[in-house]
T-cell receptor, first 114, second 111 residues
Framework: NAGVTQTPKFQVLKTGQSMTLQCAQD?????MYWYRQDPGMGLRLIYY???????DKGEVPNGYNVSRLNKREFSLRLESAAPSQTSVYFC?????????????FGSGTRLTVV | DAKTTQPPSMDCAEGRAANLPCNHS???????VYWYRQIHSQGPQYIIH???NNETNEMASLIITEDRKSSTLILPHATLRDTAVYYC????????????FGTGTRLKVLA
């Protein structure tokens, strides 16, 4: 099915370890986003990419890096994981074409840092 | 900070209409009102959006006041599967939409 695919779905890291969260969309969307959601909270924007080759910081970028590998893929990297980064991470994509201006979200990556 | 204000929680009887309010008194002329919902811990799901006219689709209706400072999402016949957190978001109609999520309204549909 068309949509946004995130891998892995679950991950446990030790403090100081690094990892990359992968996101891919097959809807030919121009813009992609990474959000995090802490328990009982709304989503907070980490980084976004308006188009291939561009990335910008969101509300909470510290401790993260991103790569827009191509139009389909947008990865999020934690260089040195900290317990404060325990969260659910959502990737999303959007486009202005076709008369629809909303986001399509992935199913999330549940990350625990111990 | 989120540009919208929503009640933290609401209950609705199954089969009745659920009316979810949202205040967005600082909305700009080029900003749309979007509604999403999040069931359990799944990714948020788009419901509906509008600029100034009332909108209806297969999921819901959106009523926007004439001054555009508030809106109401209406689920006409709520079911247990509509239990979710509902987010109201305002965002511009052009460019990249950096949604700012608030904490939303937790709707519980009661049997």
């Amino acid at each position: 099915n068309a949509g946004v695919t995130q891998t892995p779905k679950f991950q446990v890291l030790k403090t100081g370890q690094s990892m990359t969260l992968q996101c891919a969309q097959d809807m030919n969307h121009n813009s992609m986003y990474w959000y995090r959601q802490d328990p009982g909270m709304g989503l907070r924007l980490i980084y976004y990419s308006a188009s291939e080759g561009t990335t910008d910081k969101g509300e909470v970028p510290n401790g993260y890096n991103v790569s827009r590998l191509n139009k389909r893929e947008f990865s999020l990297r934690l260089e040195s994981a900290a317990p404060s980064q325990t969260s659910v991470y959502f990737c999303a994509s959007s486009t202005k074409t076709g008369g629809f201006y909303g986001y399509t979200f992935g199913s999330g990556t549940r990350l625990t840092v111990v | 900070d989120a540009k919208t204000t929503q009640p933290p929680s609401m209950d609705c009887a199954e089969g009745r209409a659920a009316n979810l309010p949202c205040n967005h008194s600082t909305i700009s002329g080029n900003e749309y009102v979007y509604w999403y919902r999040q069931i359990h811990s799944q990714g948020p799901q788009y419901i509906i959006h509008g600029l100034k006219n009332n909108e209806t689709n297969e999921m819901a209706s959106l009523i926007i006041t004439e001054d555009r400072k508030s809106s109401t999402l209406i689920l006409p016949h709520a079911t247990l599967r509509d239990t979710a957190v509902y987010y109201c978001i305002v965002a511009p109609s052009s460019g990249t939409y950096k949604y700012i999520f608030g904490t939303g309204t937790r709707l519980k549909v009661l049997a």
